[in-house]
């Protein structure tokens, strides 16, 4: 039987881990992830690598992160690119991972003007369908808080999704919910028995993320729209939460 071939495109926001998924999804170190404040990826990266067990060849895109520190106007450059990328490699796509960072699950301006600019990028009737919100840095915790804790934040991310969607006229409103995966990895841990559990958490979550994938229809280069228009945001301060800058934001233009 011939593998079946899938072509993921990750998407998400400066710091949320967005290329460390790729490293650990594809096992190849072409993707580059570090614990920095600055933007990392600064180029589309695109790798082709075989799942045996899945039996599928799966090209996996890397993109740069939206919020990007080198300034607000980069982030429309950056749409622009992934969009030129996909036009010019003909390429199609089945699958959009949006990856977010669980320890600031909260949809907030930001996040939303980021999520609203890839649906722009991707104006289809049945968007959600072809999206997977892939948590990173989710922490271990006992199973009745797990379970409350993941209820709460897909409500909330279900709910604001549903609020931008109505704001798109060409992207029908969600129906159910949200395809979301939580995945607990910390590759700075020395503990070898996180380092297990990380792995098996991991291999499962990425299996799921395959299964998901066969079922969604390609997306073509054809429904990429032509007009650029994006929503820009002019940060006004940031404040450090750990490694990684949270910013405020003054106003917003549309560009």
Not at 140 to 167: P, V
Request: a negative charge; hydrophobic letters at 35%; aromatic letters at 10%.
């Amino acid at each position: 039987q011939p593998y079946k071939k899938l072509s993921i495109i990750a998407l998400g926001e400066t710091g949320s881990g967005k290329s460390l998924f790729c490293k650990l999804f594809s096992n190849m170190n072409d993707f580059v992830s570090m614990r920095s404040q600055k933007s990392v990826t600064t180029e589309i990266i695109s790798k082709t690598f075989l799942n045996n067990s899945k039996r599928v060849e799966i090209e996996l895109i890397d993109t740069p992160g939206s919020n990007d520190t080198r300034g607000p106007n980069q982030d429309i450059d950056n749409l622009k690119a992934i969009k030129r990328f996909l036009k010019e490699q003909n390429q199609r796509i089945n699958c959009i991972i949006i990856v977010m960072d669980s320890r600031f699950e909260r949809l907030d301006q930001s996040l939303k003007t980021s999520i609203k600019n890839i649906c722009d990028t991707f104006p289809l009737p049945d968007f959600w369908k072809h999206v997977i919100i892939f948590w990173t840095h989710w922490e271990f915790r006992d199973e009745e808080q797990e379970l409350d804790e993941k209820e709460f934040i897909e409500n909330d991310i279900l709910n604001g999704c549903r609020d931008l969607s109505e704001n798109i006229p060409q992207i029908n409103p969600i129906q159910g919910s949200l395809n979301m995966i939580f995945n607990e990895y910390d590759e700075y841990t020395s503990n070898e028995a996180v380092k297990r559990r990380n792995k098996d958490n991991t291999k499962i979550n990425f299996d799921k993320i395959i299964d998901l994938a066969k079922n969604m229809k390609p997306i073509y280069k054809d429904i990429l729209p032509e007009e650029e228009r994006y929503e820009l945001q002019e940060p006004e301060s940031g404040t450090m939460i750990g490694n990684y800058r949270q910013f405020k934001y003054k106003k917003i233009l549309i560009i």
